[in-house]
Protein backbone atom coordinates (compact mmCIF):
# COMPACT_ATOMS: atom_id res chain seq x y z
CA UNK A 1 0.00 0.00 0.00
CA UNK A 2 2.42 2.41 0.92
CA UNK A 3 4.65 1.75 -2.68
CA UNK A 4 1.39 2.54 -4.40
CA UNK A 5 1.16 5.91 -2.21
CA UNK A 6 4.90 6.88 -3.37
CA UNK A 7 4.35 5.66 -6.96
CA UNK A 8 1.25 7.99 -7.34
CA UNK A 9 3.04 10.91 -5.29
CA UNK A 10 6.21 11.09 -7.43
CA UNK A 11 3.94 10.42 -10.94
CA UNK A 12 1.68 13.31 -9.39
CA UNK A 13 4.24 15.76 -8.53
CA UNK A 14 5.99 15.18 -11.38
CA UNK A 15 2.57 16.08 -14.05
CA UNK A 16 1.98 19.33 -12.05
CA UNK A 17 6.14 20.27 -12.76
CA UNK A 18 5.41 19.58 -16.06
CA UNK A 19 2.84 21.50 -16.25
CA UNK A 20 4.37 24.52 -14.30
CA UNK A 21 7.36 24.46 -16.67
CA UNK A 22 4.83 24.42 -19.70
CA UNK A 23 3.15 27.48 -18.34
CA UNK A 24 6.32 29.46 -17.42
CA UNK A 25 7.50 28.57 -20.95
CA UNK A 26 4.47 30.20 -22.61
CA UNK A 27 3.73 33.49 -20.86
CA UNK A 28 1.87 13.73 6.17
CA UNK A 29 4.77 9.21 9.11
CA UNK A 30 3.91 9.08 12.37
CA UNK A 31 6.84 7.67 13.81
CA UNK A 32 6.17 4.43 15.59
CA UNK A 33 8.06 5.56 18.47
CA UNK A 34 7.51 9.02 18.53
CA UNK A 35 11.18 9.49 18.79
CA UNK A 36 12.05 13.04 17.48
CA UNK A 37 15.05 12.42 15.60
CA UNK A 38 13.66 15.04 13.02
CA UNK A 39 15.11 18.36 11.49
CA UNK A 40 14.07 21.15 9.20
CA UNK A 41 15.53 22.06 6.33
CA UNK A 42 15.64 25.85 5.17
CA UNK A 43 15.08 27.25 1.50
CA UNK A 44 14.31 31.18 0.41
CA UNK A 45 10.52 31.60 0.17
CA UNK A 46 11.20 34.31 -2.32
CA UNK A 47 12.11 33.84 -6.00
CA UNK A 48 15.51 36.08 -5.84
CA UNK A 49 15.99 34.79 -2.18
CA UNK A 50 16.38 38.69 -1.89
CA UNK A 51 14.62 39.81 0.98
CA UNK A 52 13.47 36.60 2.51
CA UNK A 53 12.18 37.19 5.99
CA UNK A 54 13.25 33.96 7.65
CA UNK A 55 13.26 30.80 5.91
CA UNK A 56 10.00 27.99 6.13
CA UNK A 57 10.71 24.41 5.96
CA UNK A 58 11.33 21.78 3.21
CA UNK A 59 9.89 18.82 5.39
CA UNK A 60 7.97 18.74 8.65
CA UNK A 61 9.53 18.97 11.48
CA UNK A 62 8.52 15.32 12.38
CA UNK A 63 10.59 14.16 9.34
CA UNK A 64 7.57 12.35 7.46
CA UNK A 65 6.61 11.65 4.30
CA UNK A 66 4.29 13.59 2.68
CA UNK A 67 2.29 15.28 -0.08
CA UNK A 68 0.30 18.73 0.99
CA UNK A 69 -0.26 22.36 1.01
CA UNK A 70 1.32 25.43 2.64
CA UNK A 71 0.55 28.79 2.84
CA UNK A 72 2.86 31.50 3.35
CA UNK A 73 2.55 35.31 4.08
CA UNK A 74 5.39 37.97 4.11
CA UNK A 75 5.96 41.69 4.64
CA UNK A 76 8.01 44.27 4.29
CA UNK A 77 7.67 47.86 3.90
CA UNK A 78 10.55 49.46 1.77
CA UNK A 79 11.76 53.33 1.55
CA UNK A 80 11.76 55.08 -1.82
CA UNK A 81 14.92 57.56 -1.11
CA UNK A 82 17.41 58.39 1.35
CA UNK A 83 15.46 60.98 3.47
CA UNK A 84 13.50 60.24 7.15
CA UNK A 85 10.47 61.72 5.07
CA UNK A 86 10.37 59.68 1.59
CA UNK A 87 7.69 57.80 0.83
CA UNK A 88 6.87 54.16 1.44
CA UNK A 89 5.51 51.31 -0.02
CA UNK A 90 3.61 48.50 1.82
CA UNK A 91 4.47 44.43 0.08
CA UNK A 92 2.36 41.83 0.97
CA UNK A 93 3.13 38.64 -0.30
CA UNK A 94 1.20 35.71 -0.53
CA UNK A 95 2.41 32.05 -1.63
CA UNK A 96 0.67 28.96 -2.05
CA UNK A 97 2.25 25.91 -2.57
CA UNK A 98 1.91 22.35 -3.34
CA UNK A 99 4.84 19.97 -1.63
CA UNK A 100 6.08 16.79 -0.48
CA UNK A 101 8.73 14.10 -0.08
CA UNK A 102 9.09 11.16 -1.12
CA UNK A 103 11.28 8.05 0.00
CA UNK A 104 12.95 6.25 -2.71
CA UNK A 105 15.44 4.25 -0.41
CA UNK A 106 16.38 3.99 3.13
CA UNK A 107 18.92 6.84 3.16
CA UNK A 108 17.58 8.26 -0.13
CA UNK A 109 14.42 10.75 -0.62
CA UNK A 110 12.90 13.36 -3.18
CA UNK A 111 11.63 16.73 -2.23
CA UNK A 112 9.68 18.76 -4.48
CA UNK A 113 8.00 22.41 -3.54
CA UNK A 114 5.69 24.21 -6.77
CA UNK A 115 4.48 27.52 -5.77
CA UNK A 116 1.75 29.70 -6.57
CA UNK A 117 2.40 33.80 -5.43
CA UNK A 118 0.53 36.42 -5.39
CA UNK A 119 2.37 39.67 -4.48
CA UNK A 120 0.53 42.82 -3.94
CA UNK A 121 2.39 46.54 -3.26
CA UNK A 122 0.39 49.48 -2.22
CA UNK A 123 1.77 52.89 -2.71
CA UNK A 124 0.43 56.02 -1.00
CA UNK A 125 -1.19 57.11 -4.57
CA UNK A 126 -1.56 53.89 -6.72
CA UNK A 127 -0.87 49.91 -5.95
CA UNK A 128 0.90 46.86 -7.78
CA UNK A 129 -0.27 43.44 -8.24
CA UNK A 130 1.91 40.66 -10.02
CA UNK A 131 0.41 37.09 -9.43
CA UNK A 132 1.48 33.53 -11.10
CA UNK A 133 3.53 30.68 -10.83
CA UNK A 134 6.57 31.12 -9.30
CA UNK A 135 9.88 28.95 -9.39
CA UNK A 136 9.66 25.35 -8.28
CA UNK A 137 12.66 23.51 -6.41
CA UNK A 138 13.94 20.07 -6.37
CA UNK A 139 15.84 18.35 -4.19
CA UNK A 140 17.84 14.88 -3.47
CA UNK A 141 18.23 14.31 0.58
CA UNK A 142 21.03 11.35 1.83
CA UNK A 143 20.58 10.82 5.30
CA UNK A 144 23.28 9.13 7.65
CA UNK A 145 22.42 8.00 11.17
CA UNK A 146 25.05 7.26 14.00
CA UNK A 147 24.58 4.54 16.18
CA UNK A 148 26.14 4.29 20.01
CA UNK A 149 28.93 2.06 20.21
CA UNK A 150 28.99 -1.22 20.89
CA UNK A 151 30.04 -2.86 24.00
CA UNK A 152 32.83 -4.97 23.01
CA UNK A 153 32.22 -7.37 26.08
CA UNK A 154 28.19 -7.79 25.38
CA UNK A 155 29.70 -8.23 21.45
CA UNK A 156 31.49 -11.73 22.65
CA UNK A 157 28.32 -12.95 24.63
CA UNK A 158 25.85 -12.60 22.26
CA UNK A 159 26.08 -12.97 18.17
CA UNK A 160 23.30 -10.83 17.38
CA UNK A 161 24.09 -7.08 19.23
CA UNK A 162 21.46 -4.42 17.57
CA UNK A 163 23.22 -1.34 17.22
CA UNK A 164 21.51 1.18 19.03
CA UNK A 165 20.39 4.51 17.63
CA UNK A 166 22.41 7.23 19.02
CA UNK A 167 19.78 10.04 18.21
CA UNK A 168 22.28 11.95 16.00
CA UNK A 169 21.79 12.21 12.12
CA UNK A 170 22.86 14.01 9.41
CA UNK A 171 21.52 15.03 5.89
CA UNK A 172 23.00 16.25 2.54
CA UNK A 173 20.71 17.82 0.06
CA UNK A 174 21.45 18.77 -3.51
CA UNK A 175 19.30 20.59 -5.72
CA UNK A 176 18.31 23.45 -8.11
CA UNK A 177 15.41 25.81 -8.35
CA UNK A 178 13.98 25.99 -12.07
CA UNK A 179 12.85 28.70 -14.06
CA UNK A 180 9.47 28.02 -13.91
CA UNK A 181 8.40 31.80 -12.77
CA UNK A 182 7.99 34.55 -14.81
CA UNK A 183 11.16 37.02 -14.40
CA UNK A 184 10.21 40.50 -15.39
CA UNK A 185 13.09 43.43 -15.68
CA UNK A 186 11.35 46.65 -15.42
CA UNK A 187 10.68 45.31 -11.81
CA UNK A 188 13.73 45.40 -10.34
CA UNK A 189 14.13 49.19 -10.89
CA UNK A 190 12.00 48.77 -8.13
CA UNK A 191 13.37 49.64 -4.43
CA UNK A 192 12.91 45.79 -3.55
CA UNK A 193 13.89 43.66 -6.79
CA UNK A 194 13.04 40.74 -4.53
CA UNK A 195 8.65 42.03 -6.06
CA UNK A 196 9.38 39.01 -8.68
CA UNK A 197 7.37 35.68 -9.53
CA UNK A 198 10.76 34.01 -10.69
CA UNK A 199 14.21 34.39 -11.12
CA UNK A 200 14.43 33.45 -14.72
CA UNK A 201 17.37 31.36 -13.76
CA UNK A 202 18.56 28.38 -12.89
CA UNK A 203 19.96 28.07 -9.06
CA UNK A 204 22.02 25.02 -7.33
CA UNK A 205 21.33 24.69 -3.34
CA UNK A 206 23.57 22.89 -1.47
CA UNK A 207 22.35 21.81 2.10
CA UNK A 208 23.65 20.23 4.88
CA UNK A 209 21.62 19.44 8.02
CA UNK A 210 22.30 18.11 11.37
CA UNK A 211 19.68 16.42 13.88
CA UNK A 212 19.91 15.39 17.50
CA UNK A 213 16.46 13.96 19.55
CA UNK A 214 17.04 12.48 23.00
CA UNK A 215 13.47 11.33 24.89
CA UNK A 216 11.13 14.25 24.37
CA UNK A 217 13.85 16.99 23.58
CA UNK A 218 15.61 17.69 20.36
CA UNK A 219 17.82 20.62 18.13
CA UNK A 220 18.02 21.06 14.64
CA UNK A 221 20.41 22.49 13.02
CA UNK A 222 21.14 23.31 9.60
CA UNK A 223 23.55 25.53 6.91
CA UNK A 224 22.13 25.99 3.10
CA UNK A 225 24.09 27.54 0.29
CA UNK A 226 22.48 28.79 -2.94
CA UNK A 227 24.52 29.11 -5.98
CA UNK A 228 22.60 31.86 -8.23
CA UNK A 229 22.03 31.74 -12.06
CA UNK A 230 22.34 34.49 -14.21
CA UNK A 231 19.13 34.87 -16.10
CA UNK A 232 18.75 35.61 -20.01
CA UNK A 233 18.48 39.42 -18.77
CA UNK A 234 21.82 39.11 -18.12
CA UNK A 235 20.75 39.84 -14.55
CA UNK A 236 21.87 37.41 -11.58
CA UNK A 237 20.63 37.78 -8.19
CA UNK A 238 22.92 38.04 -5.05
CA UNK A 239 24.49 34.02 -3.90
CA UNK A 240 23.03 33.33 -0.48
CA UNK A 241 24.16 31.65 3.01
CA UNK A 242 20.92 30.87 5.55
CA UNK A 243 21.53 29.33 8.73
CA UNK A 244 18.65 27.88 11.47
CA UNK A 245 18.46 25.74 14.65
CA UNK A 246 15.28 24.91 16.46
CA UNK A 247 14.79 23.56 19.32
CA UNK A 248 11.50 20.93 20.12
CA UNK A 249 9.83 19.38 22.88
CA UNK A 250 7.90 16.06 21.84
CA UNK A 251 4.31 15.29 23.64
CA UNK A 252 3.40 12.48 23.12
CA UNK A 253 -0.93 11.55 22.74
CA UNK A 254 -3.35 8.57 22.46
CA UNK A 255 -4.11 9.72 19.24
CA UNK A 256 -1.61 12.50 17.79
CA UNK A 257 2.13 13.31 18.84
CA UNK A 258 2.14 17.63 19.07
CA UNK A 259 5.98 19.39 18.80
CA UNK A 260 6.06 22.89 19.60
CA UNK A 261 9.42 24.67 19.04
CA UNK A 262 11.32 27.46 19.23
CA UNK A 263 14.08 28.87 17.28
CA UNK A 264 16.57 31.46 15.36
CA UNK A 265 17.55 31.37 11.74
CA UNK A 266 19.13 33.74 9.57
CA UNK A 267 20.13 35.36 6.13
CA UNK A 268 22.97 36.68 4.35
CA UNK A 269 22.91 37.92 0.57
CA UNK A 270 25.80 38.81 -1.80
CA UNK A 271 25.22 42.05 -4.24
CA UNK A 272 22.98 41.32 -7.22
CA UNK A 273 24.92 41.56 -10.90
CA UNK A 274 23.59 42.82 -14.22
CA UNK A 275 26.66 42.89 -17.19
CA UNK A 276 28.34 41.08 -14.45
CA UNK A 277 28.74 44.47 -12.66
CA UNK A 278 27.81 44.45 -8.90
CA UNK A 279 24.57 46.67 -8.06
CA UNK A 280 25.09 48.86 -4.87
CA UNK A 281 23.23 48.28 -2.02
CA UNK A 282 21.56 45.12 -3.15
CA UNK A 283 23.49 42.68 -0.30
CA UNK A 284 22.03 42.74 3.11
CA UNK A 285 21.54 40.36 6.03
CA UNK A 286 18.46 39.38 8.69
CA UNK A 287 18.16 37.56 11.63
CA UNK A 288 14.82 36.09 12.70
CA UNK A 289 13.64 34.57 16.12
CA UNK A 290 10.65 31.52 14.75
CA UNK A 291 8.44 29.70 17.00
CA UNK A 292 5.29 27.54 16.06
CA UNK A 293 4.11 24.09 16.53
CA UNK A 294 3.06 20.56 14.36
CA UNK A 295 0.56 17.89 14.91
CA UNK A 296 0.91 14.65 13.70
CA UNK A 297 -1.89 11.76 13.50
CA UNK A 298 -2.54 8.51 11.74
CA UNK A 299 -3.15 10.21 8.59
CA UNK A 300 -2.33 14.14 8.51
CA UNK A 301 0.43 16.81 9.79
CA UNK A 302 -0.86 19.67 10.64
CA UNK A 303 1.44 23.07 11.45
CA UNK A 304 2.04 26.71 11.49
CA UNK A 305 4.99 28.68 12.22
CA UNK A 306 5.49 32.59 13.15
CA UNK A 307 8.42 34.22 12.52
CA UNK A 308 10.06 37.85 13.26
CA UNK A 309 13.19 39.86 12.79
CA UNK A 310 15.51 40.39 15.41
CA UNK A 311 18.14 42.45 13.34
CA UNK A 312 17.83 43.00 9.45
CA UNK A 313 20.34 45.62 6.95
CA UNK A 314 18.41 45.06 3.78
CA UNK A 315 19.14 47.12 0.47
CA UNK A 316 21.31 50.00 2.17
CA UNK A 317 18.25 49.69 5.24
CA UNK A 318 15.83 50.74 2.22
CA UNK A 319 13.73 47.69 2.75
CA UNK A 320 12.55 46.43 6.21
CA UNK A 321 10.97 43.17 6.75
CA UNK A 322 8.09 42.46 9.16
CA UNK A 323 6.24 38.87 10.52
CA UNK A 324 6.06 36.18 8.41
CA UNK A 325 3.41 32.88 8.66
CA UNK A 326 3.22 30.01 7.39
CA UNK A 327 0.50 27.36 7.96
CA UNK A 328 0.09 23.87 5.85
CA UNK A 329 -1.59 20.85 6.02
CA UNK A 330 -0.20 17.49 5.03
CA UNK A 331 -1.63 14.14 3.90
CA UNK A 332 0.56 10.91 5.64
CA UNK A 333 2.20 8.67 3.19
CA UNK A 334 3.92 6.56 6.08
CA UNK A 335 0.38 5.48 8.08
Not at 19 to 43: G, L, R
Not at 47 to 55: L, M, N
Not at 70 to 88: C, M
Not at 300 to 314: C, E, Q, R, V
Given at each position: MLN?????????????????????????????????????????????????????????????????????????????????????????FHTYQLWGRVPVTDNFYVSAILPYQDLKRKYTDREENINGFGDATIMGWYKIKFFKKVDKEKAKLYTNVQKEASGHSLEIGLGTKLPTGKFEQILTDRVNPGFQLGTGSFDGIFALAHSYGADKFGVNTSVTYYLKGENKNDYKFGNQFSYASNFFYAISKEKYLLLPFIGLSGNIY???????????????????????????????????????????????????????????????LNN
Open positions: IKIKKSIVFLGFVLLAFQNFANHNFKICSNHEPDSFEFFFCDLCGCSTSSGSFGLGTLNNASFVGIRYIYQTFESKDGIFSNSPTSTENDKIEQYEEEIPKTDGNVFNGTFGAEITTKDFIIGANYTLPISHNLFGGNVTPKQSLSIYINFN
